[in-house]
């Protein structure tokens, strides 16, 4: 799996919290109140409810599924060969 590091949160989203490039954690984030990012169902060496985050200390990660690529290749496939049936040019690409 890969990851993408974000400086944006959105709130429900699950993130890969790294805190001081030593500890790991997961959790969703739920809300920010000045410096510190709240987060829930959050798991990591010891499991815990809900833990906060400065956002000026951690690092956030946001996972980049490979099956979400696989579906817009597809996807992106698909309305190829529909373009190519409509124009009736085979070498036709969008």
Not at 28 to 51: A, I, R, W
Request: proline share 2%.
């Amino acid at each position: 799996m890969e990851f993408e590091e974000v400086t944006e949160l959105v709130p429900g989203t699950k993130y890969l919290i790294l805190c001081h490039d030593i500890l790991k954690f997961k959790g969703f984030y739920y809300c920010k109140e000045y410096e510190m990012c709240t987060f829930h169902t959050v798991q990591g060496e010891h499991f815990h409810n809900e833990l906060q985050f400065s956002q000026v200390c951690n690092t956030f990660y946001l996972p980049k599924f490979k099956r979400d690529r696989i579906q817009s290749d597809m996807e992106h496939r698909a309305v190829n060969l529909i373009l190519k049936n409509i124009t009736g040019d085979a070498t036709f690409t969008w």
